[in-house]
């Protein structure tokens, strides 16, 4: 576990003089990989931080934007700026258009069987309150059971609290096993007559596991109970079929997947959509409003109340675009590669502890650990004052599996497919310099 934190302020009262680590190319004759030719796309990666080149590996938190999708967002708000669905002028019904087509490419992204299966929400958060709080507080009843798991993101576990507890309905938990992967086998032995949900993450942003949620979701039909995913690492990083997964909700968020932020998307099968009541009341999710009552427009408009996210939503529509010509089994297949280089290289470093499955297992391309001695925040800022390597600190919004794993908090260091290897080993050689310095200090 780590020790206390120095605090934020005690590195830049030392004046230390930095040291970047070095992140120049090497030669070699090899095809260009995926990392070398997305860079130039991205231009926040070209500067300087702190005195040194940006490493940036905080991409589980958020992605950064190709030129593509800010020239999209640009377009939208310099050439047809308008609401969308309530005007016939030409700017509304291009608007609409774009709004409506930026639908259609989410909906063919994760195969949905229909664009009406897709609703725009602010972000995934909100996308799992909406199910909790519309097929959550209309369907559980007291005794009813959901079942987590510890290791899910608070966005997973805070709205399903609030439903138990108006509901009377239950929470069950399963844990770890001792490869701090998803324990299945107590999984399905959390089943009886009363469960009618299980929400689990895809893949954990903090373990870098990932769940085999296909059996998952055919084990819990069989057993009558519906099954909402936390894709939000994994809709990013790989091919996700809602159909072939059977899902019956899917949750993500633009904004890890070179999209904008303020907008997230929550899939649903039609039948369960058109089952649910509305979550907000006002404009656009109506069909007849009357004084004393009012009717609801069909999915996916009823959940989607008052002006929504234009921009934001055809901004996600050009980051699709752009992942789908990248190609999506590419992109998973180089950082299956990535993850590997960087469990490797920070296994091999003295006195760090990886969370998650070990080496041989397939892992995310993230890991989040922690350096004896050295509280993780000391570490990340260490980092980026001396080195501008971004990685985050802190429990990652998952509290209760930090408290299973007998830690407070831990670093996270997360790649994307614009990340390289050079970058991984500038992070390597920062830890290492970081790591003298506070065992200079002892």
């Known amino acids: 576990m780590a020790c206390a934190s120095l605090g934020l302020g005690f590195i830049a009262l030392h ?26 796309h991205f231009p926040i990666l070209d500067q300087t931080v702190n005195g040194c080149k940006l490493v940036y590996l905080d991409n589980a938190a958020t992605s950064q934007k190709p030129v593509a999708v800010l020239d999209k967002l640009q377009d939208y708000y310099s050439v047809y700026n308008s609401n969308v669905h309530r005007g016939i002028h030409a700017l509304s019904a291009k608007a609409t258009e774009a709004y409506e087509v930026a639908r259609q490419k989410v909906a063919n992204f994760i195969n949905a069987e ?48 609030i439903a138990a507890q108006k509901t009377g309905a239950s929470l069950k938990y399963v844990t770890l096993t001792e490869d701090e992967t998803l324990n299945v086998e107590e999984l399905k032995g959390l089943f009886t007559k009363k469960t009618k949900l299980v929400s689990l993450h895809h893949v954990s942003n903090t373990l870098g596991s990932i769940n085999p949620m296909q059996d998952i979701i055919r084990y819990a039909h069989d ?12 809709v990013p990083h790989m091919t996700v079929d809602v159909r072939g997964l059977d ?11 070179c999209g904008p932020t303020g907008i997230g998307v929550l899939y649903g099968k039609h039948d369960m959509l058109m089952a649910m009541p509305p979550f907000l009341g006002g404009g656009e999710m109506i069909s ?11 999915p996916p408009l009823r959940f989607e109340a008052g002006t929504p996210a234009i921009a934001e939503a055809i901004g996600l529509g050009a980051a699709i675009d752009y992942l789908s010509n990248l190609g999506m089994d590419n992109i998973h297949a180089y950082e299956v590669e ?19 499955p070990k080496s041989g297992s397939e892992r995310a391309a993230l890991c989040a650990f922690n350096v004896e001695g050295i509280h993780p925040t000391d570490l990340s800022t260490f980092l980026d004052q ?57």
């Open 288 to 298: 007849d409003v009357f004084l004393n009552h009012s009717t609801y427009a069909d």
């Open 15 to 40: 004046g230390r003089p930095r040291a970047c680590a070095s992140s120049a190319p090497a030669a070699a004759a090899a095809p260009p990989a995926l990392g070398d030719v997305t860079r130039p």
């Open 338 to 356: 990535l993850s590997k280089y960087l469990y490797s290289k920070l296994s091999s470093v003295s006195g760090v502890r990886i969370y998650g």
């Open 114 to 161: 229909t664009y009406r299966e897709i609703v725009f929400t602010r972000n995934a958060t909100e996308a799992i309150n909406l199910v909790a709080f519309t097929w959550g507080l209309s369907t559980l009843r007291e005794g009813d059971e959901v079942i987590l798991s510890v290791a899910e993101h608070h966005s997973n576990i805070v709205p399903w609290q």
């Open 247 to 257: 899902a019956d909700f899917l949750v993500f968020s633009s904004h890890k997947m």
């Open 223 to 234: 057993h009558g109970a519906k099954v909402l995913v936390d894709a939000c690492q994994s």
């Open 386 to 442: 001396q080195h501008g390597v971004a990685v985050r600190s802190g429990h990652h919004c998952t509290q209760p599996l930090h408290r299973h794993l007998g830690i407070n908090a831990s670093a996270r260091a997360s790649l994307y497919f614009y990340n390289t290897k050079r970058e991984v080993d500038a992070f390597i050689d920062a830890l290492n310099d970081t790591i003298g310095f506070f065992s200079s200090l002892h």
